[in-house]
């Protein structure tokens, strides 16, 4: 059976009170909308057609790059009912199903999309729509059925009765078409409700039979309107994370006070240790160690990598190196194996050879080094002339002194060493030993003068 799609993401979100629309607010690496978007990735759908409205232009760039997605706009939010109304030209002479879901449902699991769609053919229904029954149905349209899950009628929170409200039974937000009947139903929809809108629920007093579908664990259909819902699928989803990893074969020490995003990929035997953060398409080699106290954004660890109290963003360490404690990786930096960074090292848009050391208070940024490399304690690449950066590049087996100024342009070759203090200002490219300091004065016996009686 073909299927489509149609994703709800023209309202504002009111409730988050935020100048972003609420579908693009992220949640564990991606945003509530693309959460959707991606539970539907595996079931092919014909169509993928994303209903925006507010802030529609943002809506649209920030899905840009997903591969097969529509855009309708939706000029006016004038209800669900409405915004599904908009889709219909795009979806002239389709005979399939349509999955309707709502932007700002972002847990939902592949498997439940996958039940309700079975549920739907082996019915013949008209449509499909998932339920749950939630201990606190709180702001949940209500779903009223006979004995077998027969919908008679769904009723928002808003225009419940004090006993319609008693009834658990709550409309997840998630629906399986039958696209024609659905076609026809739509135009008849009317706005007499607490909200003068165009509620898409009131297609199933059209539609015959609509069929309620309980999901098993109510976590997934958590709809996301305001921040402590956005908090609360935020625990939900690192809890799904973790056990996910931890069965993987990955140690978590104190994973409560670990968060990880969806995109992260782990290798077994990686041990997380407390208070680390890995965020974005991170990937960390088996044997490695990150943390206590780490932030891995963007970044690629190879294995057997340790990473202390340390932030590393946009950035790739070979294997066997260790960085930390206090350092700092960014702007696509690259460190070799056996390297070791640490204590207040900052590193911006550096390239490390094998076995290189910068371990004590430097600022590299904008620079190559070879292989074997020693950087003395309190080097600095003077990178920047007030205009623009320049780079600064030392070759093999080369070693700055302590406090050395490495004033960009500027290229050191093969076995150089930097005597400490040293201000570097021109290249020194044949092996030997670089003194760029005043030369010390020493005075015998003078002292000052006694103050005059
Ligand atoms: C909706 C359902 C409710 C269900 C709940 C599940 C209706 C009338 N109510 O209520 O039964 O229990 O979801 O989470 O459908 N949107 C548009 N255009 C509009 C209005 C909304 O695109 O004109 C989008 C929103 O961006 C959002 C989704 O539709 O992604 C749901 O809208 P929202 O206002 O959050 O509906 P709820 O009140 O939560
Ligand atoms: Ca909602």
Redesign the pocket.
């Known amino acids: 059976m073909m299927i489509a799609v149609a994703v709800l993401a023209a309202g504002r979100g009111t409730r988050m009170k935020s100048q972003l629309p609420k579908v693009l607010h992220p949640l564990g690496g991606r945003s509530l909308v693309e959460w959707v978007l991606q539970s539907v990735s595996e079931l092919e759908p014909t169509h993928k057609i994303v209903i925006v409205g507010y802030a529609g232009e943002m809506v649209r760039q920030a899905l840009q790059d997903l591969p097969q997605v529509q855009f309708v706009e939706q000029t006016e939010q004038l209800g669900t009912g409405h915004a599904v109304q908009q889709a219909m030209p795009l979806l002239e002479n389709f005979t399939g199903d349509l999955l309707v879901l709502?932007g700002?449902v972002p847990l939902l699991r592949r498997e439940t999309l996958k039940d309700l769609l079975r549920i739907h053919k082996t019915y013949g229904n008209a449509a499909t729509i998932l339920t749950a029954q939630i201990p606190d149905p709180r702001g949940y349209g209500r779903v009223i059925c006979d004995g077998n899950n027969i919908v008679k009628q769904i009723i928002e929170d808003r225009d419940c009765t004090a006993a319609q409200k008693q009834n658990r039974r709550i409309n997840a937000?998630v629906y399986c078409f039958n696209y024609p009947k659905l076609a026809e139903a739509l135009p008849h929809l009317k706005s007499e409700n607490d909200q003068q809108e165009f509620y898409l629920t009131d297609a199933v007093n059209d539609l015959e039979p609509v069929m309620a579908m309980d999901v098993e664990d109510y976590e997934e259909i958590l709809?996301v309107?305001d921040r402590q819902q956005l908090a609360t699928a935020y625990q939900i989803l690192q809890r799904r994370i973790k056990q996910y990893w931890m069965m993987a074969g990955v140690t978590l020490v104190d994973p409560g006070s670990i968060t990880i995003d969806d995109t992260v990929q782990l290798a077994p035997d990686v041990i997380v240790e407390p208070q680390t953060h890995l965020r974005g398409e991170t990937v960390i080699g088996t044997g490695s160690r990150i943390g206590p106290g780490s932030y891995v954004e963007n970044s690629q660890i190879a294995a057997n990598v340790s990473v202390k109290f340390s932030v590393v963003t946009d950035s790739q360490v070979a294997a066997d190196t260790e960085i930390g404690p206090y350092a700092h990786l960014r702007g696509q930096t690259q460190v070799g194996s056996h390297c070791r960074v640490g204590n207040f090292v900052e590193l911006k848009q550096a390239k490390l050879g094998d076995q290189t050391k910068a371990s004590h208070l430097s600022y590299l940024g904008d620079a190559q080094l070879g292989d074997q490399v020693n950087i003395g304690a309190g080097t600095i690449t003077a990178n920047y002339d007030g205009v623009q950066k320049h780079q600064t590049i030392i070759g093999n087996r080369s070693k700055t002194g302590a406090n050395t100024v490495l004033v960009a342009p500027v290229k050191l070759g093969d076995n150089v060493t930097v005597a400490a203090g040293s201000t570097v200002t021109q290249d020194v490219l044949e092996p030997g030993l670089v003194i760029a300091r005043a030369r010390q004065i020493v005075k015998p016996g003078w002292q000052l003068k006694p103050p005059a009686p």
């Open positions: 709502n700002d937000g709809g309107n």
